[in-house]
């Protein structure tokens, strides 16, 4: 298991840029496939972005492409969303996730809130 903590969520305006970070603990990070998933009210769960454990493959939902990048750095067991014109249809709840060897997602965050206000 991995323990995930997400910080770097807030209220900001349209057009705006937020960084979401993800701290993992608790077992070996460069195992884990890392996720970022957001949940609007109303609505259901949508990953947003992922990026594997070889850090060979990421995956964007077709709304954020080219204006979100999802990073890692492994030497501080950290996973980045950096989200660049934001919407307000962006706004929700963003959770951290991890996957071990990509396999299924098991280890979830407490959520961080991003609001964008038009």
């Known amino acids: 298991q991995v323990q995930l903590v997400e910080s770097g969520g807030g209220l900001v305006q349209a057009g705006g840029s937020l960084r979401l970070s993800c701290a993992a603990s608790?077992?070996?990070?460069?195992?884990?496939?890392m996720g970022w998933v957001r949940q609007a009210p109303g609505k259901e769960r949508e990953f947003v972005a992922i990026?594997?454990?070889?850090?060979?493959?990421?995956y964007y939902v077709d709304s954020v492409k080219g204006r979100f990048t999802v990073s890692r750095d492994n030497a501080k067991n950290t996973v980045y969303l950096q989200m660049n014109s934001l919407k307000p249809e962006d706004t929700a709840v963003y959770y951290c996730?991890?996957?071990?060897?990509?396999?299924?997602?098991?280890?979830w965050g407490q959520g961080t809130q991003v609001t964008v206000s038009s």
């Open positions: 996730a991890a996957a071990l060897y990509g396999s299924s997602w098991e280890d």
């Open positions: 990026i594997s454990w070889k850090e060979d493959t990421t």
């Open positions: 608790g077992s070996t990070f460069i195992k884990y496939s």
